[in-house]
């Protein structure tokens, strides 16, 4: 046996090329071909094989990207979407690899985006088990009660057309809340913490309480922060921002050498 051999997910992760849970739908698919034969989970194969995903061959030499994103409102986390004309590909400039988004954020709502070429990365940042905490700052056109939040905070039902579908406790702090006086209106602003990652579920844990959400913005993933990056900016993450995030995903990352700074929008 070839002590080289890994399991095939687990290196066209390393390659870059998506994460290790969407390598195995590939592979599921029959997308996947090691040296021109069609393979099943639990397969094998070394870097010097010929590794093809949907005819197109894997590199496994390549510099690895750590990036942080400021995605501004209106755009697509997707790499390619028909159906929108905005995509967080066109902010990526300088960026020459082929990296990907770590989780995603919905059109409507802005703030921090991770992105990689480091399928292993995404993939502890994104697994539940190391529940990995994300934060948000919520803006919504109401005072809200405090039994809201209470019920908030302790989960709620998310589930669609009567399935059950309750969200994890989460930490919420109030930043602020302001009633209307004159011509200034009513506003909540919250910081929201959760270690899931369910679709939506910060509009959805609102939507089930009553709430409407007027402003959404990820402020931080694992300990990383926006800082002061401003809409459509990047920059590769810091020794110390991967330090961070190797401490929440129990694993140790190396910095890019020369970290760049994208172009603003």
Same mark, same amino acid.
């Given at each position: ?27 599921? &698919? ?7 034969? &069609? ?7 070394? #870097? ?17 990207? !750590? /990036? ?11 790499? &390619? ?11 990526? #400039? ?41 934060? !948000? ?54 910081? /929201? ?70 172009? #603003?929008?």
């Amino acid at each position: 046996m070839n002590k080289d051999k890994e399991r095939l997910q687990k290196l066209i992760a390393e390659s870059g090329h998506c994460s290790r849970r969407a390598a195995e739908e590939l592979i599921k &698919a029959g997308a996947v071909k090691v040296n021109g034969r &069609a393979v099943r989970i639990g397969d094998k194969a070394s #870097k010097s094989d010929i590794v093809t995903v949907m005819g197109r061959r894997l590199e496994f030499s390549r510099k690895i990207r !750590y /990036i942080k994103l400021y995605k501004p409102r209106g755009y697509t986390s997707s790499l &390619a979407d028909s159906h929108s004309k905005k995509l967080i590909t066109e902010l990526l #400039k300088g960026v020459e690899e082929r990296v990907y988004p770590v989780g995603r954020l919905d059109k409507d709502s802005e703030g921090l985006l991770l992105l990689t070429n480091d399928g292993d990365f995404a993939n502890r940042i994104t697994h539940p088990r190391l529940q990995i905490k994300k934060k !948000y700052r919520v803006t919504l056109p109401h005072v809200i009660p405090e039994e809201i939040i209470e019920r908030l905070c302790a989960g709620v039902n998310i589930g669609e057309d009567g399935a059950r579908e309750m969200t994890a406790p989460c930490e919420i702090n109030v930043v602020v809340s302001e009633k209307a006086t004159g011509d200034k209106k009513a506003r909540t602003v919250l910081e /929201i913490a959760i270690t899931e990652g369910k679709n939506r579920q910060i509009r959805r844990m609102c939507s089930a309480v009553g709430l409407e959400v007027a402003r959404l913005k990820r402020t931080s993933v694992g300990g990383v922060k926006l800082g002061m990056l401003k809409p459509g900016e990047h920059l590769d993450l810091t020794e110390k921002e991967l330090k961070i995030l190797g401490q929440a995903t129990e694993k140790k990352y190396t910095p890019p050498r020369t970290p760049t700074k994208g172009k #603003k929008l």
